[in-house]
């Protein structure tokens, strides 16, 4: 496997179950380090750089994101310094601005009905705060591991498009199992069997690859 992404693209990783898209996710957030070859920063091994430094340019959404029964605000920042416009700022950039004019949540509202007056919030709405994280974060570099596989999929297309637009001049890789987005990508890498088997646009892919053009076909015919 073998491919370079550039400062500021938008990354999109298809492909089948058991390609390699979550471990390369791994990979980079250096969960665990390659068995064999290496990933490169700016001409440099990874693992020449210490792991806490590294890991503050980075943020990462998964698909089993957490729920603390605290605060939205709390839900949020999660204990990271901060203030109550930059929480606000990460909602609204995650598209909850709904959520927000809502007269009985405010920032302080516990997201747990086992707290008196407590809120509990829809499976869609946890998934974009999982997102607001993500924005709060403010890091260079985004990841985001199928975090709202679970909505339908005009909601995830939204919510793709949105999030892409807000953070405009980032680096982003995103792994979804939906092609619908991978028309907002700067570049597709479609893996297969921890191999590369296209790393282009979509357009190009479309054309030249055939093993990507049946794949996005065939998603294609069951919403059609």
């Known amino acids: 496997m073998n491919f370079q992404i ?9 492909g089948e179950n058991g390609s390699g898209k979550s471990t390369l996710v791994k990979l980079l957030l250096r969960f665990y380090d390659p068995s064999k070859g290496k990933i490169e920063l700016n001409g440099n091994d990874l693992r020449e750089f210490a792991l806490a430094n590294y890991r503050q340019n980075l943020s990462v959404t998964f698909q089993d994101y957490s729920k603390f029964k605290l605060s939205l605000a709390d839900n949020v920042a999660v204990f990271r310094p901060g203030n109550n416009e930059k929480i606000k700022s990460a909602l609204k950039k995650a598209g909850l601005e709904t959520l927000l004019k809502d007269k009985k949540i405010d920032l302080n509202a516990i997201l747990s009905k086992e707290f008196a007056n407590g809120t509990e919030l829809s499976g869609g709405q946890w998934q974009r705060i999982a997102l607001a994280r993500d924005m709060y974060t403010n890091a260079q570099v985004e990841l985001l591991d199928e975090p709202i596989a679970a909505l339908d ?16 001049g980032k680096t982003i890789i995103f792994v979804t199992h939906r092609l619908s987005a991978v028309k907002y990508a700067d570049k597709i890498l479609f893996l297969q069997n921890g191999r590369v088997l296209g790393f282009d646009t979509h357009e190009k892919l479309i054309r030249s690859n055939a093993d990507y053009r049946n794949m996005y076909n065939l998603q294609k015919e069951a919403y059609i």
């Open 153 to 168: 999929a005009k909601s995830e297309n939204e919510i793709y498009q949105h999030f892409l637009r807000e953070n405009e």
């Open 6 to 14: 550039n400062q500021g693209e938008k990354i999109a990783v298809v």
